[in-house]
């Protein structure tokens, strides 16, 4: 039956079942007395709503703390082995694979290099196949059990009804790529498990703001900087962030030919990619098939050498460059958006690291509006390598959080495991 706002009492269960479970998974182990004032729900509510969950074995209880004269109060906390995602990051040197708990602990992983083929798309489809059957054996887990995969990927993602996720990714050959229908066919998943896929930078910028730099901001901005350079607007309007294709601004008319085909993109200027080629272009020595993550090793070796030696002074030199179209390009980003926080993510921007990012910070702050500028933070991420991976994974496990912990739908054609049909027909309806 629906209530005048039109929501039912399963909505109303879904929603209290949410509240519990996000408020355990950030803040717990909590108490049930905590719980209330945390969901704004009444004692009784929570009571209710904590024993579904217990008998679901999404909650578990963790031991009890001292109250004031009265008996101790239980904690609880979400069971890390209630459920399951794997997190796929299609990067620019290789495919990253890793499944993990509910807690988001990684359990196993796979990787797949990148070399000659890179993008070309049945090689990506493959790698994710493969890594998928890879990490689910290592771990001796059934398909079944996942709540769905997560994936990253370069470009701009489309949603489609009839396909699934379709990738437009200029910059590395893919046209309407319809990724989603791609891995379905032939996917060793049952076609319960669903797949989530969206922009790299995207799931970089969701793990930041759930779990690292970023928590606690309600406008940021996450930049990925590795071969390209990609960022992430989190806003109170667009809370799990809206991918924004940064590097493809334009900071030199008729400038550098970018890899999109365009002229004077920042990309073409602020890239890992472009920023090797320039020292190419100016001497540096780079072996032939080094791929791009040991050059820009090399490089930054050579700019700031460890043992007392005096730099390259073209590695040095292409390196400050790229630090100032970085910070131009990121006062744009502070001028349009205001954000009070902006975090340097990525292979590349970690790679930089501490050493490169002052250099960032003072021309972002030169070329902005004052007042905009007095009011945000440049950092680096804090998740390292793996935040695509953990942000990929964060998809599924949002998904499972705003259905108040109900699973997929199982596949007919798949008999479920008798733990998974005890589970459903507990689950409220």
Same mark, same amino acid.
């Given at each position: 039956?629906?209530?005048?706002?039109?929501?039912?009492?399963?909505?109303?269960?879904?929603?209290?079942? /949410? $509240?519990?479970?996000?408020?355990?998974?950030?803040?717990?182990?909590?108490? =049930?007395?905590?719980?209330?004032?945390?969901?704004?729900?009444?004692?009784?509510?929570?009571?209710?709503?904590?024993?579904?969950?217990? $008998?679901?074995?999404?909650?578990?209880?963790?031991?009890?703390?001292?109250?004031?004269?009265?008996?101790?109060?239980?904690?609880?906390?979400?069971?890390?082995?209630?459920?399951?995602?794997?997190?796929?990051?299609?990067?620019?040197?290789?495919?990253?694979?890793?499944?993990?708990?509910?807690?988001?602990?990684?359990?196993?992983? %796979?990787?797949?290099?990148?070399?000659?083929?890179?993008?070309?798309? #049945?090689?990506?489809?493959?790698?994710?196949?493969?890594?998928?059957?890879?990490?689910?054996?290592?771990?001796?887990?059934?398909?079944?059990?996942?709540?769905?995969?997560?994936?990253?990927?370069?470009?701009?993602?489309?949603?489609?009804?009839? =396909?699934?996720?379709?990738?437009?990714?200029?910059?590395? !050959?893919?046209?309407?790529?319809?990724?989603?229908?791609?891995?379905?066919?032939?996917?060793?998943?049952?076609?319960?498990?669903?797949?989530?896929?969206?922009?790299?930078?995207?799931?970089?910028?969701?793990?930041?703001?759930?779990?690292?730099?970023?928590?606690?901001?309600?406008?940021?901005?996450?930049?990925?900087?590795?071969? !390209?350079?990609?960022?992430?607007?989190?806003?109170?309007?667009?809370?799990? !962030?809206?991918?924004?294709?940064?590097?493809?601004?334009?900071?030199?008319?008729?400038?550098?030919?970018?890899?999109?085909? $365009?002229?004077?993109?920042?990309? +073409?200027? /602020?890239? /890992?990619?472009?920023?090797?080629?320039?020292?190419?272009?100016?001497?540096?020595?780079?072996?032939?098939?080094?791929?791009? #993550?040991?050059?820009?090793?090399?490089?930054?070796?050579?700019?700031? &050498?460890?043992?007392?030696?005096? %730099?390259?002074?073209?590695?040095?030199?292409?390196?400050? #460059?790229?630090?100032?179209?970085?910070?131009?390009?990121?006062?744009?980003?502070?001028?349009?958006?205001?954000?009070?926080?902006?975090?340097?993510?990525?292979?590349?921007?970690?790679?930089? !690291?501490?050493?490169?990012?002052?250099?960032?910070?003072?021309?972002?702050?030169?070329?902005?509006?004052?007042?905009?500028?007095?009011?945000?933070?440049? #950092?680096?991420?804090?998740?390292? &390598?793996? $935040?695509?991976?953990?942000? +990929? %994974?964060?998809?599924?496990?949002?998904?499972?959080?705003?259905?108040?912990?109900?699973?997929?739908?199982?596949?007919?054609?798949?008999?479920?495991?008798?733990?998974?049909?005890?589970?459903?027909? =507990?689950?409220?309806?």
């Amino acid at each position: 039956m629906a209530g005048r706002n039109g929501r039912t009492v399963r909505d109303l269960r879904r929603a209290n079942r /949410a $509240a519990v479970l996000q408020r355990l998974y950030f803040d717990g182990p909590l108490s =049930r007395f905590e719980l209330g004032p945390a969901t704004g729900l009444s004692s009784g509510s929570v009571s209710n709503v904590v024993a579904d969950l217990i $008998a679901d074995g999404l909650v578990e209880e963790a031991g009890s703390v001292d109250s004031d004269g009265g008996r101790p109060r239980t904690l609880l906390r979400v069971a890390p082995l209630s459920g399951h995602m794997i997190g796929v990051d299609v990067g620019e040197t290789r495919v990253r694979i890793e499944l993990f708990d509910l807690t988001l602990t990684e359990l196993a992983r %796979a990787e797949r290099p990148l070399e000659q083929q890179r993008y070309e798309v #049945e090689v990506i489809v493959d790698h994710i196949r493969s890594g998928i059957d890879e990490v689910l054996a290592a771990a001796g887990l059934a398909p079944e059990r996942l709540l769905g995969v997560g994936i990253g990927v370069p470009g701009i993602v489309e949603h489609r009804p009839d =396909r699934g996720a379709v990738v437009h990714g200029q910059t590395i !050959g893919w046209d309407a790529v319809p990724l989603e229908s791609l891995l379905r066919d032939g996917s060793p998943l049952p076609e319960s498990v669903p797949y989530f896929t969206d922009n790299g930078a995207k799931t970089l910028g969701q793990a930041e703001m759930w779990f690292g730099a970023g928590r606690g901001a309600s406008n940021a901005l996450v930049v990925l900087f590795g071969s !390209g350079v990609g960022a992430c607007l989190v806003t109170p309007q667009a809370e799990h !962030g809206r991918a924004v294709e940064w590097g493809h601004l334009t900071v030199r008319v008729r400038g550098r030919r970018c890899r999109c085909g $365009a002229l004077g993109c920042l990309e +073409a200027y /602020a890239g /890992a990619e472009s920023l090797l080629a320039r020292w190419r272009e100016e001497g540096g020595r780079v072996p032939e098939g080094t791929d791009e #993550e040991t050059a820009l090793t090399g490089m930054l070796a050579a700019a700031y &050498p460890a043992d007392g030696a005096a %730099a390259d002074p073209v590695a040095l030199s292409v390196l400050e #460059e790229t630090a100032e179209y970085l910070g131009a390009g990121l006062s744009d980003l502070i001028n349009l958006f205001q954000p009070e926080r902006i975090l340097m993510g990525g292979w590349a921007g970690l790679q930089l !690291g501490s050493r490169f990012l002052p250099a960032v910070r003072r021309h972002a702050l030169s070329y902005a509006l004052r007042h905009p500028a007095q009011k945000v933070t440049i #950092e680096l991420g804090r998740l390292g &390598p793996d $935040a695509v991976t953990v942000g +990929a %994974a964060i998809l599924p496990l949002a998904d499972f959080f705003d259905r108040g912990g109900r699973r997929p739908a199982p596949d007919p054609a798949v008999p479920a495991p008798a733990w998974h049909t005890a589970l459903q027909e =507990r689950l409220p309806r």
